[in-house]
């Protein structure tokens, strides 16, 4: 099971369970209780994973760090000749968040 949040910052920051009604918090919390994600929870995740500026596979909120390591896949993909690295939870998520042709995705397996 995976720990809710991580605290990221040194300085001091609101206890944790003031973040409980936060959308992040319930979905890691779920995601820790074995519930499952619907599409728009994924494309939410997957989106807000490539928008985070401190992270590749999590998410930042009030200097807690939320992993979603344990449900994020690797993709390369190639738009316009150029290749990316991206993290998603899946190929569908991924293809949500990005605009243009996609001519490739490879998912790669460490």
Do not use: C
């Not at 609101?14 to 919390?29: F, G, M, W």
């Not at 490539?50 to 998410?59: A, L, P, T």
């Not at 939320?66 to 569908?92: M, N, W």
């Amino acid at each position: 099971m995976a720990q809710i949040a991580t605290k990221f910052v040194k300085w001091d920051v609101p206890e944790l369970a003031t973040l409980q009604d936060s959308r992040v918090y319930k979905l890691r919390e779920r995601l820790n209780n074995g519930g499952k994600l619907n599409r728009e929870e994924k494309n939410w995740i997957t989106r807000n994973v490539r928008e985070s500026v401190y992270f590749k596979r999590g998410i930042a909120l009030s200097g807690y760090y939320f992993d979603f390591s344990d449900i994020l896949k690797r993709y390369f993909v190639k738009q316009y000749g150029h290749i990316g690295e991206y993290y998603a939870i899946d190929k569908t998520a991924l293809r949500s968040m990005l605009y243009g042709r996609i001519e490739v995705i490879v998912e790669v397996n460490n």
